[in-house]
């Protein structure tokens, strides 16, 4: 389930193009279980109608200060009382310069600046033409915000309405709401560095084919993500999969397990914790050849030989760092059959302080999981749930070990 999941959040919307980008942010919040009161300003209305705003929020939009709904006609603070968070999305050039100087001349802004400053966060998506970013105003407007404690998005880069193309774009809705999502979340991994590796390799035989696995790097990515929204700076190695980089997430793509090995090798040396849930190949093709080999008509088939990879996990577990607890190392485990008895060997095989089990067959591709945390006291399962929800669980459940 979502962080924001029965928060109330106040959605202001500024006057600009991108609003229309806030009414897919609407719709988005209420399907993660939020409820959204929305405020725009009189430009908002030039670019967005209140009725779709309200169509999308189950809401009566509020537009102004004298809005006579308000029984004691003090909207800016009662709205503002109610909320989690106040979310404006976007905010103009013009509207950033006025929340900096306590302008309050109608209610978006008056509403923000009667908030309770210690219970009641401002989170603003700046969007604006790439010209209007980059000015000194600006840029010094968005740097007093910040030290004013108000939560400045990153803007997007690429093409704008004007035709011009740059950075200040408003991210898309979904970016905006994986950022909400992680404001929301409880930094249990603030100031650690977490590794992830993820997904299948794969191993040439020849340019046109190789050998590979079906895992599709689900689990690894929900962990990547789970780590980054708990506030750790999170690098994902990754093999060959059709998955977005989780936002915020610093990702490398490689394809066999050597190169993982030299990636994670490379990353592990700043990393406080290792998490390995690549299904790497146990076996390469002992050669693998420059041209693609050709049927010659003949029946032979190619004689392949195989050799046994790099143990990635046992490698870096294995190290000084790994050994001495430094880097806490976490293995996975896919069996098909008495899962505590193989992750229990397996644990110690690898010499990782926790080794979480799954049954392989039942997960791979999967959307849902259920795992079974093993290490040298015992077992503790996260029963059946989103792969997504498990990565949470699981990422609290390592923040706790790295405090003991
Ligand atoms: O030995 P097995 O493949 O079952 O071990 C699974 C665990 O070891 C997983 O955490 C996997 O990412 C890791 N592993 C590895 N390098 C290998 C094989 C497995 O890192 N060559």
Known sequence: MSTLAGKHIVLGLSGGIAAFKSAELCRALVKAGVTVQVVMTEAAEKFMTAVTMQALSGRPVYT??????????????????????????????????KLLHGGADELLSLMCLARPIDQVPLIVAP???????????TQRNVAQLKADGIHVLDVGQGDQACGETGDGRMLEAEEILEDLEAFFTPKV???????????PTYEAIDPVRGITNLSSGKMGFAIARAARMAGASVTLVAGPVHLPTPRGVQRFDVRSARQMLNAAVLHADAADVFIATAAVADWRPAHSAD??????????????????????????????????????????????????????????????????????????????????????????????????????????????????
Do not use: Y
């Open 127 to 137: 969007a604006m033409n790439r010209e209007m970013w980059s000015n000194p105003a």
């Open 189 to 199: 991994m603030s100031g650690k560095q977490v590794l992830v590796t993820a997904g």
């Open 64 to 97: 102004s200060q004298w809005d006579p709904r308000e029984a004691n006609n003090m909207a800016h603070i009662n709205l503002s009382r109610e909320a989690d968070a106040i979310v404006v999305a976007p905010a103009s050039a013009d509207f950033m310069a």
């Open 291 to 404: 041209q693609k080999i050709k049927k010659d008509g003949s029946g032979q088939t190619p004689e392949l030989s195989f050799v046994e990879n790099p143990d990635i996990l046992a490698t870096i577990a294995q190290s000084p760092r790994g050994a001495s607890g430094d880097l806490f190392c976490v293995g996975f485990a896919a069996e098909s059959h008495d899962l505590l008895a193989h992750a229990t060997a397996k644990r110690l095989r690898k010499g990782v302080p926790l080794l979480v089990g799954n049954i392989g067959p039942a997960t791979f591709g999967q959307d849902d999981n259920a795992l079974l945390l093993v290490d040298a006291s015992g077992a503790r399962e996260l029963p059946h749930a989103s792969k997504q929800a498990l990565a949470v669980q699981l990422i609290d459940d390592i923040a706790v070990r790295l405090t003991r």
